[in-house]
Nanobody
Framework: QVRLVESGGGSVQAGGSLRLSCAAF????????MGWFRQAPGKEREGVAR????????YYADSVKGRFTISQDNAKNTVYLQMNSLKPEDTAMYYC????????????????WGQGTQVTVSS
């Protein structure tokens, strides 16, 4: 099992920045890929970004390209999401996810999920 713990959410004004962290515990060898998702009230969950443990496979949703950056520190089993130029439409609960297989991640089929961290962007 992999336990994921997100942190770094909060409230910020439009144009501001936040950095989310997701630390993995337990069977961390299973976290060959990790992703960030978000879900706003009344909306479907959206995949935001993804990265492979090897460092490749980066993916960004069109809505965040050029503003968000995913990165990782494998020694700390931690993935980060740097969010710049935040917009009110970025307001959502942000979730971290992990899976062992690249194929699953590419299809957004993640086995392990964190509890989420709230991001609120005011105009």
């Amino acid at each position: 099992q992999v336990r994921l713990v997100e942190s770094g959410g909060g409230s910020v004004q439009a144009g501001g920045s936040l950095r989310l962290s997701c630390a993995a515990f337990g069977d961390t060898y299973r976290r060959n890929c990790m992703g960030w998702f978000r879900q706003a009230p009344g909306k479907e969950r959206e995949g935001v970004a993804r990265i492979y443990r090897s460092g490749g496979g980066e993916y960004y949703a069109d809505s965040v390209k050029g503003r968000f950056t995913i990165s990782q520190d494998n020694a700390k089993n931690t993935v980060y999401l740097q969010m710049n130029s935040l917009k009110p439409e970025d307001t959502a609960m942000y979730y971290c996810a992990a899976d062992q297989t690249y194929v699953s991640c590419a299809r957004d089929w993640y086995a392990y999920w964190g509890q989420g961290t709230q991001v609120t962007v005011s105009s």
